[in-house]
Nanobody
Framework: VQLQASGGGLVQTGGSLRLSCAAS????????MGWFRQAPGKEREFVTG????????SYGDSVKGRFTISRDNAKNTVYLQMSSLKPEDTAVYYC?????????????????????WGQGTQVTVSS
């Protein structure tokens, strides 16, 4: 599956931003989806994942209560709504797909095992 992420930008502390990731090439509902991020000088970090149906989601501790993942299977798109943004949220955000389970993003703990990656979109939060 090919992934195309968009929606990044510059936002002030406390602001909101919504990222989108459009999928093509394969059956979208065959994949759990998720988002990772990578800040300069740091390793790639799991942000959130969502089941194939959209009925269940998981979040990294640093974003719980502030970020929300959703998907529209009719549009083959997964979203990341980010609120109460902090400077430490500044990173390149990547969407990812994983076919190994429909119920959760199995590669959340092993990013290298994800099937596909989007190209990344920069999010910068100014203080």
């Amino acid at each position: 599956v090919q992934l195309q992420a968009s929606g990044g930008g510059l936002v002030q502390t406390g602001g909101s931003l919504r990222l989108s990731c459009a999928a093509s090439g394969r059956t979208f509902t065959d994949y759990a989806m998720g988002w990772f991020r990578q800040a300069p000088g740091k390793e790639r970090e799991f942000v959130t994942g969502i089941s194939s149906s959209g009925g269940s989601a998981s979040y990294g501790d640093s974003v719980k209560g502030r970020f929300t993942i959703s998907r529209d299977n009719a549009k083959n798109t997964v979203y990341l709504q980010m609120s109460s943004l902090k400077p430490e949220d500044t990173a390149v955000y990547y969407c990812a797909a994983d076919h190994r389970s429909l119920l959760r993003l199995v590669c959340s703990t092993q990013a290298e095992m994800c099937d596909s990656w989007g190209q990344g979109t920069q999010v910068t939060v100014s203080s």
